[in-house]
Nanobody, 123 residues
Framework: EVQLAESGGGLVQAGGSLRLSCEAS????????LGWFRQTPGKEREAVVY??????YWDDSVKGRFSISRDNIKNTLDLIMNSLKPEDTAVYYC??????????????????WGRGTQVTIDS
């Protein structure tokens, strides 16, 4: 059974940092791309980062501020978020899906979702 276990999230001031962690289990690491999506009320869920074994896609709005830490053995993907802005406020979801992992994915590409974790940036 594939499971995506998320941790992290919370409330921080604008300009601050947060780290989200996702531990995937139940499949071999290279089977799926692993990434993070986010969603705000009334909007579609959109990809923040989508990662393969050594390459990834990044949304333009977070380039230069967010980074990832990947452990291919433990099958984990941490999202490190710096210089946070109020517009980063969203529910963040860990996702495992089909590739290519270097192109912007849609929700239709995702095969498994985490439960989501709230990130709130206070201005």
């Amino acid at each position: 059974e594939v499971q995506l276990a998320e941790s992290g999230g919370g409330l921080v001031q604008a300009g601050g940092s947060l780290r989200l962690s996702c531990e995937a289990s139940g499949y071999a690491y290279s089977t799926y791309c692993l990434g993070w999506f986010r969603q705000t009320p009334g909007k579609e869920r959109e990809a923040v980062v989508y990662s393969g074994t050594s390459t990834e896609y990044w949304d333009d709005s977070v380039k230069g501020r967010f980074s990832i830490s990947r452990d291919n053995i433990k099958n984990t993907l941490d999202l490190i978020m710096n210089s946070l802005k109020p517009e980063d406020t969203a529910v963040y979801y860990c996702a495992a899906g089909i590739g290519p992992c270097t192109q912007r994915p849609s929700t239709a590409d995702v095969r498994y979702w985490g439960r989501g974790t709230q990130v709130t940036i206070d201005s």
